[in-house]
């Protein structure tokens, strides 16, 4: 069964440093979502890229973070430098097209911890 | 701006007991709202996708019923089982995917 994959699924690392994160979305998968979750609370969207274009980073706190979907495929997510309060559980999720009733298909995620 | 409650926030129940999750919205103006399971350290796993147009949704022991009119849908799980044990999430499509923080489910054998 297709699923979506990112990598690292941990990672540690210490506060000023710059950390990243990959997501291979599932075959075909126009759509593509990053999103935020601190623990006992709903994930935030972070960005969301219709091929290789930003549809939505209202979100996405640009002074550290960006995120690039430069062939349409996979993604990568970028902090730096992270902060204390970086720490949470880092969503991608990609869906077959932008429309709004296209079901949302999860990867495992990347728990970040800074120190 | 939408907002999305979920309540209770922790539910546990014996095993072979129905479960029923709460989902509340406050701007009806939805396009689809999908319920999620999460298991502790891990990513969503989808359970069931209701498109607005809809009233309910099936499948197994699942049934979810959607009330844009009165801003909520509920999540009924049939005869409740351990592996059931999970946090619940509802995420609402309306311009922008806003999900709820989930209630965390306990069913005790």
């Known amino acids: 069964e297709a699923e979506v994959a990112q990598s690292p699924r941990y990672k540690i690392t210490e506060k000023s440093q710059a950390v990243a994160f990959w997501c291979d979305p599932i075959s075909g998968h126009a759509t593509l979502y990053w999103y935020r979750q601190i623990l006992g609370q709903g994930p935030e969207l972070l960005v969301q890229?219709?091929?290789?274009?930003?549809?939505?980073d209202s979100q996405l706190p640009k002074d550290r973070f960006s995120a690039e979907r430069l062939k349409g495929v996979d993604s990568t997510l970028k902090i730096q430098p992270a902060e204390l309060g970086d720490s949470a559980m880092y969503l991608c999720?990609?869906?077959?097209?932008?429309?709004?009733?296209?079901?949302?298909?999860f990867g495992p995620g990347t728990r970040l911890t800074v120190l | 701006k939408q907002e999305v409650t979920q309540i209770p926030a922790a539910l546990s129940v014996p095993e072979g007991e129905n479960l029923v999750l709460n989902c509340s919205f406050t701007d009806s103006a939805i396009y689809n709202l999908q319920w999620f399971r999460q298991d502790p350290g891990k990513g969503l796993t989808s359970l069931l996708l209701i498109q607005s147009s809809q009233r309910e949704q099936t499948s197994g022991r699942l049934n979810a019923s959607l009330d844009k009119s009165s801003g909520r849908s509920t999540l009924y799980i049939a005869a409740s089982q351990p592996g059931d044990s999970a946090t619940y999430l509802c995420?609402?499509?309306?311009?922008?995917?806003?999900f709820g923080a989930g209630t965390q489910v306990v069913v005790t054998p």
């Open positions: 999720a990609s869906s077959l097209e932008l429309a709004d009733y296209n079901e949302q298909f």
């Open positions: 995420g609402i499509i309306g311009g922008k995917f806003q």
């Open positions: 890229f219709q091929d290789e274009s930003v549809v939505d």
